[in-house]
C-alpha cells in the first residue's frame, strides 16, 4: 500500500510562514513525481508546485519569491516552505504523488482524488491566512 502523509497546516496572520512537509511511503521515491495542490471553498484545484526528474521544480507563479521546494530523498519528503502569506493562500492543501513507473495494476491508494488527477493523494493540510 502506498502512503501519503501531508501536515504543516494551520492559521497564520498575513506575512507569516508555514512550512508543509509531505511523507510518501509504498514508491520508490526516487524519481517520483510530487505535487503539492491547493483548492479553495469554491474554487477549483490548482496546482502549486511539482518536483519532477523530468520537468525539474515548478511553481505555480502567484507564489514565485514566497514559496520555495525542497525534496529529502533519504526521508522520502518533500516540504514546501511557504513564505509571506496572503489571504488568497487560504486554502486546503494536498500532497500528490506519481512513482517513476507505475505498477500493473497500480497499487491501493490510487485515485483520481479531490482535484480529479490520478495520483497517490494525502489527506490534505489546511492553511488559513488572516489579515
Known amino acids: 500500500e502506498v502512503e501519503v502523509v501531508d501536515s504543516g497546516g494551520g492559521s497564520v496572520q498575513a506575512g507569516g510562514s508555514l512550512r508543509l512537509s509531505c511523507i510518501v511511503s509504498?514508491?520508490?521515491?526516487?524519481?517520483?513525481?510530487v505535487d503539492w495542490y491547493r483548492r479553495a471553498p469554491g474554487n477549483a484545484c490548482e496546482l502549486v508546485s511539482r518536483?519532477?526528474?523530468?520537468?525539474?521544480?515548478f511553481l505555480k507563479d502567484s507564489v514565485k519569491g514566497r514559496f520555495a521546494i525542497s525534496q529529502d530523498n533519504a526521508k522520502n519528503t518533500v516540504n514546501l516552505q511557504m513564505n509571506s502569506l496572503k489571504p488568497d493562500d487560504t486554502a486546503m492543501y494536498y500532497c500528490a504523488a506519481r512513482p517513476r513507473k507505475m505498477t500493473a495494476p497500480p497499487r491501493r491508494g490510487w485515485s483520481p482524488g479531490p482535484c480529479d488527477v490520478h495520483r497517490y493523494w494525502g489527506q490534505g493540510t489546511q492553511v488559513t491566512v488572516s489579515l
Open positions: 509504498g514508491i520508490n521515491f526516487d524519481g517520483a513525481e
Open positions: 518536483v519532477s526528474r523530468e520537468e525539474g521544480i
